[in-house]
């Protein structure tokens, strides 16, 4: 099943929050009375029961979105679970909206302030134009608060603790199916703002040591142009394919995704120097002190990153830029305003969630006896 996801909820929160209902529900009484009498001849199992204090129904997500995200949240149930890594590699539609200006550690609205940049020479032709070189086969660098891992360890740890990574960040191959705009505001027309903490100065020093200076391109006016990286280096994503479990319940299952752990407040780079000639740039007019945004459509395969996206987008305009909104339109077949229970249901009882939520178990269960079918055929 799939659940709307609201703002300022972790994806692990959202599941936190519907497992009791599952356990107390009449849709799941048939699953927990057939598992109890499965395992009631295992003495291990019910030394383990009456250790956690009950049997509880086992859930997971299929990708986590950023807590200041909203969207699609595939969630399963059960041995529903096990099919959860399979979304991962489908495509996404998200709808991303990118404030200029200004870049945060975190390359999203959450963050503290790193570097600023001019954003008055920016046209909504300006951006249509640079899209063009996001589109397709494209490569991408990862940012540093990702779950990737370098050297067996998760690239956002090297961040919280200060620490240089062992090489370089790598770009890698991603795929833009489509991508457009929805929507262009000028500065003023829009509630979208900066974040009021700016960065230490530890910070954007451990910035560089981390990054290196890619935020330079901001102020070098050769378009954002991406440089070719010179080794064959490779970040390393969690090879285990099953969910990397919740420290807090071992019930819970959680799979990496796109933007894994986005609470990690870690460090970009700073922009180049503040003496170049973008940086003395002619101040804005009164009109023009409030920075444009644009909202942005797009369709994108496994591992894309959409922060990344405003960041490198804002560089290639001449300009710096923030992740302020993004929603996650679709993942696979499940699609907000389709499928998808909002979460504002599962408050309103069973009488009003459950018969969505049998409706899609139904539907997936359908869809996989067809596709056995298919494979026995």
């Given at each position: 099943l799939a659940i709307h996801k609201p703002p300022e909820k972790t994806s692990a929160q959202i599941l936190r929050d519907v497992k009791p209902q599952f356990n107390k529900s009449d849709l799941f009484a048939p699953w927990f009375a057939a598992e109890q009498e499965r395992h009631a001849q295992d003495p291990?199992?019910?030394?383990?029961?009456?250790?956690?204090?009950?049997?509880?129904?086992?859930?997971?997500?299929?990708?986590?979105?950023?807590?200041m995200a909203t969207g699609v949240l595939i969630v399963g149930v059960g041995r529903g679970t096990k099919s959860l890594s399979n979304f991962l590699g489908c495509t996404k539609s998200y709808e991303a909206t990118l404030l200029f200006g200004a870049a945060t550690d975190t390359y999203d609205s959450t963050g503290k302030i790193v570097k600023r940049a001019p954003y008055a020479h920016l046209t909504r032709d300006t951006v249509e134009k640079a899209l063009e070189q996001f589109r397709g086969k494209i490569m991408q660098r990862p940012p540093i608060f990702s779950a990737l891992r370098v050297n067996g360890k998760r690239m956002y740890e090297y961040a919280r603790e200060g620490k240089e990574l062992p090489r370089e960040i790598v770009e890698r191959p991603v795929e833009v199916i489509e991508l457009e705009v929805v929507e262009w505001m000028e500065g003023g027309t829009h509630d979208f703002k900066y974040p009021e903490e700016e960065a230490d100065?530890?910070?954007?020093?451990?910035?560089?040591?981390?990054?290196?200076?890619?935020?330079?391109?901001?102020?070098?006016?050769?378009?954002?142009?991406?440089?070719?990286?010179?080794?064959?280096?490779?970040?390393?994503?969690?090879?285990?394919?099953?969910?990397?479990?919740?420290?807090?319940?071992?019930?819970?299952?959680?799979?990496?995704?796109?933007?894994?752990?986005?609470?990690?407040?870690?460090?970009?780079?700073?922009?180049?120097?503040?003496?170049?000639?973008?940086?003395?740039?002619t101040p804005e007019t009164p009109e023009q002190s409030a920075p444009p945004a644009v909202k942005l459509r797009m369709t994108v395969t496994s591992g894309f990153y959409v922060r990344s996206l405003c960041h490198n987008l804002a560089e290639a305009v001449g300009s710096l830029g923030m992740m302020s909104a993004l929603v996650r339109s679709r993942q696979g077949d499940f699609e907000l305003g389709k499928n998808v229970v909002e979460y504002e249901e599962f408050e309103k009882g069973e009488e009003v969630w459950g018969p969505q939520v049998r409706s899609m178990l139904t539907d997936w269960q359908e869809k996989c006896a067809a596709a056995q079918a298919d494979e026995e055929g």
């Amino acid at each position: 099943l799939a659940i709307h996801k609201p703002p300022e909820k972790t994806s692990a929160q959202i599941l936190r929050d519907v497992k009791p209902q599952f356990n107390k529900s009449d849709l799941f009484a048939p699953w927990f009375a057939a598992e109890q009498e499965r395992h009631a001849q295992d003495p291990t199992w019910k030394k383990k029961y009456k250790r956690k204090g009950g049997f509880d129904i086992k859930i997971g997500h299929g990708g986590t979105l950023d807590p200041m995200a909203t969207g699609v949240l595939i969630v399963g149930v059960g041995r529903g679970t096990k099919s959860l890594s399979n979304f991962l590699g489908c495509t996404k539609s998200y709808e991303a909206t990118l404030l200029f200006g200004a870049a945060t550690d975190t390359y999203d609205s959450t963050g503290k302030i790193v570097k600023r940049a001019p954003y008055a020479h920016l046209t909504r032709d300006t951006v249509e134009k640079a899209l063009e070189q996001f589109r397709g086969k494209i490569m991408q660098r990862p940012p540093i608060f990702s779950a990737l891992r370098v050297n067996g360890k998760r690239m956002y740890e090297y961040a919280r603790e200060g620490k240089e990574l062992p090489r370089e960040i790598v770009e890698r191959p991603v795929e833009v199916i489509e991508l457009e705009v929805v929507e262009w505001m000028e500065g003023g027309t829009h509630d979208f703002k900066y974040p009021e903490e700016e960065a230490d100065a530890e910070t954007k020093k451990a910035a560089e040591a981390l990054i290196g200076s890619g935020l330079d391109r901001a102020d070098d006016g050769k378009d954002g142009e991406v440089k070719e990286k010179s080794s064959g280096q490779e970040e390393h994503q969690e090879k285990d394919s099953h969910a990397e479990g919740d420290p807090t319940d071992p019930t819970i299952t959680t799979l990496p995704e796109d933007t894994t752990d986005p609470t990690i407040k870690t460090p970009l780079p700073e922009a180049g120097d503040s003496t170049s000639a973008a940086a003395q740039a002619t101040p804005e007019t009164p009109e023009q002190s409030a920075p444009p945004a644009v909202k942005l459509r797009m369709t994108v395969t496994s591992g894309f990153y959409v922060r990344s996206l405003c960041h490198n987008l804002a560089e290639a305009v001449g300009s710096l830029g923030m992740m302020s909104a993004l929603v996650r339109s679709r993942q696979g077949d499940f699609e907000l305003g389709k499928n998808v229970v909002e979460y504002e249901e599962f408050e309103k009882g069973e009488e009003v969630w459950g018969p969505q939520v049998r409706s899609m178990l139904t539907d997936w269960q359908e869809k996989c006896a067809a596709a056995q079918a298919d494979e026995e055929g």
